[in-house]
């Protein structure tokens, strides 16, 4: 357990061979920067006063760093950080296209590779976030809410009981029995705002309320941290509900505060006091980096276009073909499709209009980088088992130029057709790209992008994660990929 609470950069002096500098003590030097791969770049900042990663758990994001060969940089918020890195640890992403910010714990570093790989292909939104009556604790910078769900009361039910004035009181009591959390009519919540959602459950027999209770971390809304329902969390008479609800307010506030020490499971996290100077992503050196070059392959530029095409595998092990989200500001709950088949046939002299095309997933390819997750939307929400894939075909295509494909021109289209999911089919518009390129062995192909939107509860009924609507109701495709000629 020492271990966690050293400097934990230390280890990096270790590994000067693998392209990092020594790490002398004082602040400023606290600052490591991976070998440079690219134009993208994982940010981690820290707290040397306030450590919380451990020698294992820098090693191994640096160790993904390097696989995903994406530049890797440490800084510690001591000598300053952007108004936006509001705890520690926290993970950014960014390139020339923009900035994100890591929605996730930091152990489980598949859901850091789903979050670098998603935000290559797509950054995430802006929008507001004004969340409503809701429990806030505010430390210096640092904001943690605790959104509440009381059940109706269970049980011996008093007859024309009115259940939505006795939660609207229950909700009251539960905030005065919290001494850091205060209840606030509306509150904006950021990226980087944490929580923890807990749910009580009333139940009253012969004159007696017990309630039961669980805690949610926001970055996993399957596996509870905390749960209490064999043994109710707290008891007491029907008459002092109002003690009683004050007590389990004071215990899951005593449960939140070791959840957020929690150094095994990644829920841990550091205060960033308002002592931490503010500065900017460029006074830290932090600046987007410049878009780069585009390198136009021209050899065998001259190649004939031929008429049928099939998805060729992703190339590139870094960078995905499909990625899907949710609306901002839920487009953290973010995944990928790992693979993609289909084929596209063009129309009279390799035109698109009168093309053809039926592309496919496979339910099993879907991955939102955590078991938990992957196993709820796989099995429960898209039941893989009866559905095990989902299509889009399509015969008909609006294009704004029907003129031949050429090497070097991007022609914008909107693919007509149907989609299908869940067994269930609903017509569907993609609007997209298509371009001639040449890969890097001078070999032909066929580069698409696509972004679209599709109904998820209107159409599906799928229930997306806890928010706003359209956001938690509406999916967000991003796509990219390669056809090979046939």
Not at 21 to 37: D, N, R
Not at 265 to 270: H, K, M, R, W, Y
Request: aromatic content about 10%; hydrophobic content about 35%; some cysteine.
């Amino acid at each position: 357990m020492f271990l966690k609470y050293i400097l934990p950069l230390l280890f990096f002096v270790s590994n000067v061979e693998r392209g990092f500098q020594p790490l002398p003590s004082t602040h400023e030097k606290q600052e490591l920067v991976a070998p440079c791969y690219g134009y993208d770049q994982l940010i981690l900042f820290v707290n040397s006063e306030s450590p919380i990663l451990d020698t294992e758990d820098l090693d191994v994001l640096k160790k993904l760093a390097d696989k995903i060969e994406v530049d890797f940089s440490v800084k510690d918020v001591v000598d300053g950080a952007p108004q936006e890195v509001t705890y520690t640890p926290s993970i950014v992403f960014q390139n020339s296209e923009g900035r994100s910010f890591y929605y996730g714990r930091y152990k489980k570093t598949s859901r850091v590779k789903n979050f670098i790989r998603a935000s290559r292909l797509a950054h995430q939104g802006d929008t507001d976030n004004v969340k409503k009556d809701i429990l806030v604790w505010k430390n210096g910078r640092t904001a943690v809410t605790a959104p509440i769900k009381l059940t109706d009361l269970a049980g011996e039910v008093p007859s024309g009981f009115d259940q939505e004035e006795f939660i609207r009181e229950a909700k009251a009591s539960v905030a005065q029995g919290m001494s850091d959390f205060g209840k606030m009519s509306e509150f904006e919540q950021s990226r980087t705002t944490r929580s923890f959602y807990f749910n009580l459950y009333p139940y009253l027999s012969e004159g007696s309320l017990t309630i039961s209770a669980e805690i949610y971390s926001q970055y996993n809304c399957v596996k509870p941290v905390f749960q209490q329902f064999d043994e109710a969390l707290v008891s007491g008479t029907w008459r002092n509900r109002d003690k009683v609800f004050a007590e389990a307010g004071k215990l899951i506030e005593t449960e939140i505060k070791r959840q957020i020490k929690n150094l095994e499971n990644g829920d841990a996290l550091s205060f960033i006091s308002d002592d931490i100077p503010v500065k900017d992503w460029k006074a830290l050196g932090l600046e987007l980096p410049e878009k780069p070059q585009n390198q136009v392959n021209t050899k065998n530029k001259a190649a004939k276009i031929s008429q049928n095409w099939k998805v060729e595998a992703p190339q590139n092990k870094n960078e995905p073909i499909l990625i899907f989200s949710f609306l901002p500001p839920l487009d953290s709950y973010v995944g990928e499709a790992t693979a993609l088949s289909g084929t596209l046939n063009l129309g009279e002299n390799n035109t698109l209009t009168g093309a053809k095309g039926s592309f496919e997933v496979q339910i099993s390819d879907i991955t939102m980088g955590l078991d938990d997750l992957d196993n709820e939307v796989q099995n429960k929400m898209l039941k893989m088992d009866m559905f095990p894939n989902s299509t889009f075909t399509f015969e008909e295509i609006e294009a704004k130029n029907d003129a031949p494909l050429k090497f070097g021109t991007s022609r914008e289209f909107t693919a007509k057709g149907i989609f299908m999911m869940l067994g269930i089919e609903t017509p569907l518009n993609v609007p997209a790209q298509i371009e001639p390129v040449i890969n890097e062995k001078g070999e032909l192909r066929l580069q698409v992008s696509a972004t679209f939107q599709l109904p998820l509860y209107s159409i599906f009924k799928v229930a997306g994660p806890d928010g706003p609507s359209p956001a938690k109701d509406t999916l967000q495709f991003y796509m990219k990929f390669l056809l090979l000629s046939l």
